[in-house]
C-alpha cells in the first residue's frame, strides 16, 4: 500500500499509516471485531466502518473504522449468502434463481457481529420465495427492518422460454416463391410440353396446301380403276363391286373428305 493510503480511526480522526498486505490479512480472515494500535496510545477495539478499493485494480486504497464499546450494541452490515443452490427442486427443474438481497444491517455488540447469514434455499420451488422472516439470527443479533416479510432475500422463477412470433395473417396467405432450381424445373417441363405439342397451324396450313389436292388426284385415278374392275367383277354380285370400291376407292375418299384438317397422322 502506498504512502499516502491510510485508516481514518472516525473516534480522534487520527490518521495511520499502514500497510496493505496487513489490512488484507485482516480483513481476510472474516474478522469484523479487531484491536487497533496508534503509536504511543493503547489498542482499542475498532470495526470496519467503510472501505474504498481501487476501481480496476481492486487494491484497498482506504479504510474508515469506528472505535467502538464492547458492552454497546452497535449497527453492522452483515453479507447473506445462498446454501444449497444446486440441490434445490425449482432450479432442477430449470427455474431461474435470483439472489436479492445480498446484505442486511443487524445490530448487536461488536463481540457477537457475525460474519456472514446463510439463506437455505435446497428445499425452494418454482415461484418460491424466501424472505428475511424466514432467517433466525443468532443469539443476541437483531435484524435492523420494519417489516422482515417485505425484504426479499430470494426468488425462483420459471424457466425462462422465448416465444416465436407469430406470423401476420397476411403473411401466411401469401404463398411462397418457388427457388431458382424449382423454377428452373417448371419452365423446363413447360418448354418439354410444348415441344410434343405438335405445330397445329403449319399442320392444317400443309393438309391444304399439299395432302388434300393429292387426295383429290388419289380419288379420281381410283375412280378411273374402279369403273372397269367392277365390270369385271359384277357378274360375281354386289360382293365383288363393293371388294373394289374399298380397295381403289374409298382410302382417299376417307382421307380426302372425312379426315379433319390437319390431321397428318391419317396419311400413309
Not at 66 to 75: G, H, M, R, S, T
Not at 243 to 257: D, I, K, L, M
Request: glycine share 6%.
Amino acid at each position: 500500500m502506498r504512502a499516502n493510503n491510510s485508516f481514518k480511526w472516525s473516534a480522534s480522526s487520527v490518521i495511520v499509516p499502514t500497510v496493505e498486505r496487513d489490512v488484507r490479512n485482516v480483513l481476510g480472515g472474516g474478522q469484523a471485531l479487531f484491536d487497533l494500535e496508534v503509536e504511543g496510545a493503547k489498542a482499542v477495539p475498532v470495526v470496519v466502518k467503510e472501505e474504498q478499493r481501487h476501481p480496476v485494480k481492486g487494491v484497498l486504497q482506504h479504510i474508515d473504522l469506528q472505535e467502538v464499546k464492547l458492552d454497546e450494541a452497535i449497527q453492522a452490515e452483515v453479507a447473506i449468502e445462498l446454501e444449497g443452490t444446486e440441490v434445490a427442486p425449482g432450479v432442477k427443474e430449470g427455474g431461474v434463481l435470483e439472489h436479492v438481497t445480498r446484505e442486511i444491517t443487524v445490530e448487536a455488540l461488536p463481540t457477537e457481529i457475525p460474519e456472514r447469514l446463510v439463506a437455505d434455499v435446497s428445499e425452494m420451488e418454482i415461484n418460491d420465495t424466501v424472505q428475511l422472516s424466514t432467517l433466525t439470527p443468532p443469539e443476541g443479533v437483531t435484524f435492523v427492518a420494519d417489516d422482515l416479510d417485505e425484504i426479499t432475500i430470494a426468488t425462483l422463477s420459471p424457466p425462462r422460454v422465448e416465444e416465436e412470433p407469430e406470423p401476420d395473417v397476411e403473411e401466411a396467405a401469401v404463398q411462397p416463391e418457388p427457388e431458382p432450381a424449382a423454377e428452373a424445373e417448371i419452365e423446363e417441363k413447360g418448354e418439354s410440353k410444348v415441344a410434343k405439342q405438335p405445330n397445329r397451324n403449319f399442320d392444317r396450313f400443309f393438309d391444304l396446301l399439299i395432302m388434300r389436292p393429292v387426295g383429290l388426284v388419289t380419288t379420281v385415278v381410283g375412280g378411273a380403276f374402279f369403273l372397269p374392275a367392277a365390270l369385271l367383277v359384277s357378274p360375281s354380285g354386289a360382293e365383288g363391286v363393293q371388294v373394289a370400291w374399298e380397295y381403289f376407292v374409298a382410302p382417299s375418299v376417307e382421307r380426302t373428305f372425312k379426315t379433319p384438317l390437319g390431321e397428318l397422322s391419317s396419311y400413309p
